[in-house]
């Protein structure tokens, strides 16, 4: 069972932080919208105002259906900031099936870029909301982990709790 903690700092924003499986999650947004997930061990945080906002209740509801096995994918007010193409990139990331992966070179392919696999690598790493865009089922090719903004051990773990098979 996850545990949640309201933390407050600053003045733009409010975050939340939830304990998962994985570690704690920073949950941050406004009254609006869930703008970031911060991963176990990721910095950069925006400041935060004294009340915690419904979007990041809802945000913290749903990744704690995740973990416990019954939400497959997600129904949250996102204010993602990013361009265009990072923006195309994470949009193609939430029709990648729970518990299925893709490689770089066939995530290219679906953005309408295909000989651009470093690119659409890039977008992925800046995903500002991890799970929720589930960059972690994104694999180098052959199948292989590749980098996670949350560590590779992180990665290996959600892929775990979906079902998904890795290559070699």
Known sequence: MTKVRDDHIGHDTVRLSLDTP???LVLVGDDAALTH????GTTGLPGTRTRVSAPLRAAAAQLEEYFS???TSF???LAPRGTPFQLAVWNALTKIPYGETITYGE???RVGRPAAPRAVGQANGANPLPIVYPCHRV???GGRLGGYGGGTETKRRLLALE?????P
């Open 75 to 77: 129904a949250l007010p």
């Open 22 to 24: 994985i570690g704690v």
């Open 37 to 40: 997930v911060r991963l176990p």
């Open 69 to 71: 096995g019954a939400r």
């Open 139 to 141: 694999v180098a090719a």
């Open 107 to 109: 995530l290219a392919r």
């Open 163 to 167: 079902g998904a098979t890795l290559g």
